[in-house]
């Protein structure tokens, strides 16, 4: 979506804003201006990239006062962190949704398949137009500011790792997988199923989807070969999760 577009959606006539008997905004409208802020923000960052957004230019769009957004975000650091942080609650989403999905799914369908289910989800959202932008933006300010570099770390990939590791100690549980330590195989995990598409798209080089399909459904080939325990388990657990007594989770 172009600069155009987003000058055309915010062009609207100004709406008054609902206030309490002491001046100030009600909360719901508070939280309507920092929603149309934090809309606004994104797309212009998406659209001009950090160094040429300001704050008075989203102020504009966003038909709010300059001294409300530098005393709601402070600086356009702060702005982008918020922009950051919601984009990555985004991108994580889907993931999660997977990851619950998988867990309640019929016992008759085999991990591998589970496997390139929620590899699928994470190819279709991380490796996006708009992951893609932020991701190229977090690498370029990493430096300047390393505390978006710490966000990204902390909101995006920990937590993207944990919610793969708990639905590792399910299938770990159900006896599907043999692993020592959940944490560990889930960013081995992450990292060759979706790692290699995500880093060529951030430094310009975007795979074809149908070429990331099956390189992620290689790597989940090769995981599976070293998480699958015994070689007698392999072919048994191509088919369906193995009927085991459950096992004790091991620890992370």
């Not at 606004?40 to 040429?52: E, I, K, N, Q, S």
């Not at 070969?225 to 015994?230: E, H, I, K, M, Q």
Request: with cysteine.
């Amino acid at each position: 979506m172009g600069l155009a577009a987003t000058k055309a959606r915010t062009a609207t006539p100004r709406r008054e804003v609902s206030k309490s008997r002491g001046g100030r905004p009600t909360k719901s409208a508070a939280i309507e201006r920092d929603q149309r802020l934090i809309e606004v923000a994104t797309r212009l960052f998406l659209d001009r990239g950090f160094d040429a957004t300001s704050l008075d230019a989203v102020a504009e769009a966003a038909r709010v006062s300059k001294p409300t957004v530098y005393a709601r975000y402070g600086d356009k650091r702060g702005l982008f962190t918020a922009v950051l942080r919601r984009e990555i609650s985004r991108w994580l989403a889907p993931l999660s949704a997977a990851a619950e999905t998988q867990l309640g799914s019929s016992s008759d369908i085999s991990v591998e398949q589970r496997l390139v289910e929620i590899g699928q989800e994470m190819l279709s959202f991380t490796c996006g137009p708009d992951a893609m932008a932020f991701s190229r933006m977090m690498t370029s300010q990493a430096i300047n500011f390393p505390d978006i570099a710490k966000l990204g770390m902390e909101e995006g990939w920990l937590k993207a790792v944990a919610t793969t590791a708990r639905f590792f100690d399910h299938l770990v549980a159900q006896g599907a997988l043999d692993l020592e330590n959940t944490n560990i195989a889930a960013e081995v995990f992450l990292d060759v199923v979706v790692g290699h598409t995500h880093r060529m798209a951030t430094f310009g080089t975007p795979m074809e989807i149908k070429a990331a399909e099956k390189r992620m459904r290689v790597a989940i080939k090769l995981f599976l070969a070293g998480a699958l325990g015994p070689a007698d388990r392999v072919q048994e657990t191509s088919k369906a999760p193995p009927k085991r007594a459950q096992r004790r989770r091991p620890s992370r």
